[in-house]
């Protein structure tokens, strides 16, 4: 079964324009991480934050988890077409556990 | 920076051909893994190795096995491929299990 379900699939804004993008999950986490993907491309992790934190910074990216619902959500400020890209959240569930991919959000920013 | 390479960018093969792909980083990872990809479906852990000569099954481990006799080196190997292993294939690697992993630029490999 999924652990990460990100929300919405898919969402197109106008540069400039902050975007925002959620993920649930169903049990008990050690850390969540987000990761970039641009088209055809591997892979790009962009922040982690741990079951303790509620809220991390990176340059323009903001990320909050809450444990108590089974949710993050990650906040692209000021968004650039360069942007553009499928962004997946990923979950560790305890020690020495593997690493749980959600399917992706497709984000499109336009010029 | 960290620095993961896969053999291959695109790959065509046959049905039943034995497939090798290979995946190299040059951080002196512990941790090294591979996922496949595909639409609707996200990434499913096939094999990961948590050290030398060591490896554990993933979510899909079936029609695959893999190889780890290096510490920089992890190849996936498809026995005997069929259509229904058509898929972009990623190599990733980390110094722990638990945070981050650092991805190749993967292998989008055809059986036909």
Known sequence: SQQGEEDPQALSIQEGENATMNCSYKTSINNLQWYRQNSGRGLVHLILIRSNEREKHSGRLRVTLDTSKKSSSLLITASRAADTASYFCASHTGANSKLTFGKGITLSVRP | ?112
């Open chain 2, 1 to 112: 920076d960290v620095k993961v390479t896969q053999s291959s960018r695109y790959l065509v093969k046959r049905t039943g051909e034995k497939v090798f792909l290979e995946c190299v980083q040059d951080m002196d990872h512990e941790n090294m893994f591979w996922y496949r990809q595909d639409p609707g479906l996200g990434l499913r852990l096939i094999y990961f190795s948590y050290d030398v000569k060591m490896k554990e099954k993933g979510d899909i481990p079936e029609g695959y096995s893999v190889s780890r006799e290096k510490k920089e080196r992890f190849s996936l190997i498809l026995e005997s491929a069929s259509t229904n292993q058509t898929s972009m294939y990623l190599c990733a690697s980390g110094w722990d299990l638990n945070y981050e992993q650092y991805f190749g630029p993967g292998t989008r490999l055809t059986v036909t």
